[in-house]
């Protein structure tokens, strides 16, 4: 049996058990690849790919270090909505409130050096405040997928919010360390 903190094995990448438009759930039951779990999780492995993206990019070590462990508690989150609460009390890893915490002490940390708001920031500046963005707005699908899992974990959803928070800050301070202006919102300024 695997250890808990061992990784997982895989050895054959393709099995076509889900030629026929079903998959398996952390618990084995098959559903359809429709299932909203299934979409919840389909969106937090994409944002996982868009941060990828952010890392391949230039970032600083500070960034790199914080965005390498939020790839890592996605895979834990993932696996979080891949597995329905159980009747049996049996442990799963699920997200927990401290690593809420965690993000929301990362947000104060990057906040701390930003000016206030002055309007709504519209997405871009620099390519690595860009790239952030997109991996926002992506958190914040994969949230609002994750809120149609009926018993989805209100820590993981928490850490969505939280996690999509911390990315517009980080988006932000992207563009401060580039001394890129942030292109802000100016309502009906196109008429």
């Known amino acids: 049996m695997r250890k808990r903190d061992e990784p997982v094995r895989l050895t054959k990448i393709y099995t076509r058990a889900g030629d026929a438009g079903e998959t398996s759930l952390g618990d084995g039951t098959r559903v359809p690849k429709t299932d909203p779990r299934v979409e919840a999780y389909g969106a937090v492995d994409e944002l996982n790919a868009a941060l990828g993206l952010v890392l391949a990019g230039e970032v600083s070590a500070s960034v790199r270090a914080l965005l390498g462990q939020v790839q890592n508690e996605l895979f834990d989150l993932g696996a979080d909505l891949a597995v329905p609460s159980s009747p049996d009390g049996r ?24 000016e206030p708001l002055r309007s709504f920031v519209l997405p871009g500046g620099t390519e690595t405040a860009a790239r952030l963005h997109v991996a926002r707005t992506i958190c914040r699908r994969a949230e609002r997928r994750a809120l149609h899992v009926e018993d989805a974990n209100p820590d993981a959803i928490a850490y969505l919010n939280r996690l999509s928070d911390l990315l517009f800050i980080l988006a932000r301070a992207a563009n401060v360390d580039e001394g890129v202006p942030e292109p802000l919102w100016k309502p009906g300024a196109s008429r």
């Open 91 to 114: 442990e799963r890893l699920r997200v927990t409130g401290s690593q809420v915490a965690a993000l929301e002490q990362a947000c104060d940390t990057f906040n701390e050096r930003l």
